[in-house]
């Protein structure tokens, strides 16, 4: 049975949050989308936390087969449902069971579980912590490096376009806005002369250039070239960071 | 017939034990090579999984080569839990199921892993990161207990790959915050009961046995470094030393 989109993508301006914007502009499927103020701590309350128990963006609702809302988060796992569901042509996917498909998804979880993480704790000890920390800064920014060695390699051993059979698949979409925001974390992307073609590759693509504007405009690339407003962005966002932090910590000590 | 599916793993650390669990709960034949960490960032391993992490698995029935637990796990289940022993075949119950999974190798081993590092393994004590994981460590259980209230499992009412994907992280708990281990689920009792349902089961303890006897062919301790090291450092170093010494 072939399903019609009703799609709600709930989300903010951030690497993770745009992962899902662009497959949905790869695929050219319609939805909805609603903005979280992360700043505002939108997503702890009660009626996301109904979507997303976890907290986080990006989230989606669709209304599945049997007439019921499906609500879903974790990036990967929105991804492939969005390819599951409505890229039959495998347009950006491959064949379930084909060895290409589960390529992909090593690739997809190398994103979620390695570069994620490790360059959003880069992320914070380079821009967010509440005291500076020169182990925490090294550790998390050579981490993110021996992780974007790695794709850069395998770009250039499998002399690939893209990171499984020369298709640009959601395994690429996942990478792609962390990839983008290096800066930010303190790595300089020239060191990755594979990984940085690939970036340049990944941009040219017209699904990836209107997903990348959601909610709000990207504007990543212009910021990291202007120090003074990267310090002024980061100390506003060192504010509400920590705030969370210290709100979550309470809660745990409960 | 199945032939055996090669599992690469060094026995420390709590991640290939997930995919080994896995592969026990669902009868599949597996052969473990049990190589010491020192060799897990080099050739030949790194020819298998240039990540240089572990596991990784080699399946001769298909040919494929697998190096992320996640990928991994969807991978075993999709081949061989063809009865749906530890999955649904529905497919919306499919979805959530993996979106459990995503949350473990995303939320939950990650964020475990640094806790340990800068509570046991880094020598230095940098307190404002350590409460930093801790309290991550603590949030993430939070969000589990609130989805399991009421309930056995994560998705619908039969055991799922998701439940068992959380089980190595969990159990150690104590040893990466160094809280008594009764304390490991202080605050969060439906966690408590669902990580004891599945622990009580006989392929966990198959696991922890084969993992004890491949710790000690190793001359490890249960924190998975050698007897007479204590922190990270002075397990570099006498790598290092060992290295210079075989040369």
């Known amino acids: ?254 | 017939m199945t032939k055996p599916i090669k599992v690469h793993l060094c026995p420390a650390g709590p991640n290939p034990w997930k995919v080994v669990l896995l592969l026990e709960e669902l009868g599949v034949p597996y052969e473990i090579n049990s190589f010491p960490f020192q060799e897990v960032k080099s050739k030949p391993y790194t020819d298998i999984n240039p990540n240089g992490r572990v596991p990784a698995i080699e399946d001769r029935n298909t040919g494929i080569t697998l190096w992320e637990t996640g990928a991994i796990i969807l991978y075993l289940i999709e081949q061989y839990d063809i009865t749906h022993k530890l999955s649904y075949p529905d497919i919306k119950q499919r979805h959530l199921t993996n979106q459990y999974l995503f949350f473990q190798v995303s939320g939950q081993g990650p964020y475990f892993g640094q806790a340990g590092w800068f509570n046991v393994l880094h020598s230095e004590k940098v307190q404002s990161a350590i409460d930093r994981y801790n309290s991550e460590l603590k949030r993430v259980l939070g969000v589990l207990d609130t989805v399991l209230e009421g309930k056995e499992w994560l998705v619908g009412d039969k055991i799922t790959y998701a439940d068992l994907s959380f089980a190595t992280w969990n159990d150690r708990i104590d040893s990466l915050i160094l809280c008594a281990p009764e304390d490991k689920f202080k605050g969060f009792l439906n966690v408590q009961a669902w990580h004891e349902r599945m622990i009580s089961r006989p392929s966990w303890a198959t696991c922890m046995d084969k993992r004890a006897q491949l710790m000690d062919e190793q001359g490890l301790l249960p924190n998975g470094m050698p007897k007479g090291v204590s922190n990270m450092e002075e397990y570099e170093a006498k790598m290092k030393a060992d290295a210079e010494a075989s040369k």
Not at chain 1, 4 to 31: A, C, F, H, R
């Open chain 1, 1 to 254: 049975m072939s399903q019609q989109p009703d799609i709600t993508l709930y989300t903010t301006q951030t690497p993770n949050g745009i992962k899902v914007s662009i497959t949905l502009e790869e695929l050219s499927i319609p939805y909805k989308v609603q903005k979280l103020d992360i700043s505002k701590n939108t997503q702890k309350e009660p009626w996301f936390l109904e979507i997303n128990p976890n907290g986080r963006i990006p989230a989606i609702t669709d209304t599945f087969t049997d007439g019921k809302t499906i609500r879903l988060f974790e990036s990967g796992s929105i991804m492939q449902y969005l390819v599951a569901t409505y890229d039959k042509d495998h347009k950006i996917s491959f064949e379930p069971g084909t060895r290409e498909f589960y390529e992909m998804n090593n690739w997809l979880f190398f994103q979620n579980a390695g570069v994620g993480p490790m360059q959003g704790q880069a992320n914070h000890f380079t821009r967010y912590a509440p005291e500076h920390i020169e182990y925490g800064v090294n550790r998390y920014q050579n981490e993110t490096r021996r992780l974007y060695g790695v794709i850069d390699k395998h770009l250039k051993d499998s002399k690939s376009e893209y990171l499984v059979g020369n298709k640009c698949t959601i395994a690429d979409i996942a990478h792609w806005g962390w990839v983008a925001s290096a800066g930010w974390a303190g790595v300089d992307i020239d060191e990755f002369p594979e990984l940085k073609a690939w970036e340049d590759r990944m941009a040219a693509r017209p699904g990836v250039e209107k997903g990348r504007h959601v909610p709000d405009p990207h504007k990543i690339k212009e910021l990291l070239k202007d120090k003074a407003k990267m310090e002024q962005q980061a100390a506003e966002a060192r504010k509400w960071v920590q705030a969370g932090m210290k709100d979550d910590a309470k809660k745990s000590q409960k």
